[in-house]
């Protein structure tokens, strides 16, 4: 099957990319794995067949899929084959909200907090992994760790506030002065496993879409 996505993320994980989107003609979210075991794609298998250049988000692709290889709440992951990706044109973030507007929930996955026990995850059940929202009052800090700088998103999303949120986007993490934006459109992302130190399911912001 050949699926043309509008990509929404290319965040860092695992030593590759999370890579994630919306399929255009089923009109749901898609994650790119590259085997059945969901791993994420490499950054030599972003490389377009058709043009020079690397796949980014807000491109719109073609690629052809392999077979979907759902785990947990991972039900968005398709395996592809990287091979055939080419690129086919770009879109805005004003097209991408008429297509896809932010989602409405009462919550990011649940609750308020950065992350959620395995007990949590089991009750909720979630059947989704991504979700994509508009929210006010954004704000990144950073913090100098010994071998590190860390980096956490706070924002107002449905009248309540949420703080400590990792961020995976790559043009945020490798920056180091506070940003501030009186809105932004964020692509958030759960694991499909918990951290093994702690046990814990933390909610990803994997991609952050300004608004000016």
């Keep these: 099957m ?3 996505v509008v990509i929404m993320t290319k965040s860092t994980m695992k030593g590759g990319f999370c890579i994630t989107g919306f399929e255009l003609s089923l009109r749901k979210w898609i994650r790119f794995v590259s085997d059945a075991t969901g791993t994420p794609l490499m950054g030599p298998q972003t490389k377009f067949l058709n043009v020079p250049g690397y796949l980014e988000p807000l491109d719109i692709v073609r690629v052809n899929t392999i077979r979907e290889v759902p785990a947990n709440n991972h039900t968005e992951d ?3 084959n990287y091979e055939t990706l080419s690129k086919r044109g770009s879109s805005r973030l004003e097209a991408v909200t008429r297509f896809h507007p932010a989602e409405e929930h009462q919550y990011i996955f649940g609750n308020t907090l950065d992350s959620l026990t395995e007990q949590e995850m089991n009750t909720f059940k979630f059947d989704y992994s991504l979700v ?3 929210v006010k009052d954004f ?3 950073y913090q100098q760790k010994i071998d ?3 980096c956490r998103a706070s924002f107002i999303y ?3 506030k949420y703080s400590g949120i990792r961020i995976t986007d790559p043009i945020y993490t490798s920056r180091k002065e ?3 934006l009186d809105e932004a459109y964020l692509v958030v992302s759960m694991p499909k496993v918990p951290f093994e130190r702690d046990g814990r399911f933390y909610k990803f912001a994997a991609k952050i879409f300004p608004l000016t």
């Design 139 to 141: 704000m990144i800090t």
């Design 2 to 4: 050949i699926a043309t």
């Design 148 to 150: 590190r700088i860390s």
């Design 132 to 134: 994509f929202v508009n």
């Design 158 to 160: 449905n009248n309540h």
């Design 78 to 80: 398709v395996m592809i």
């Design 178 to 180: 506070p940003v501030k």
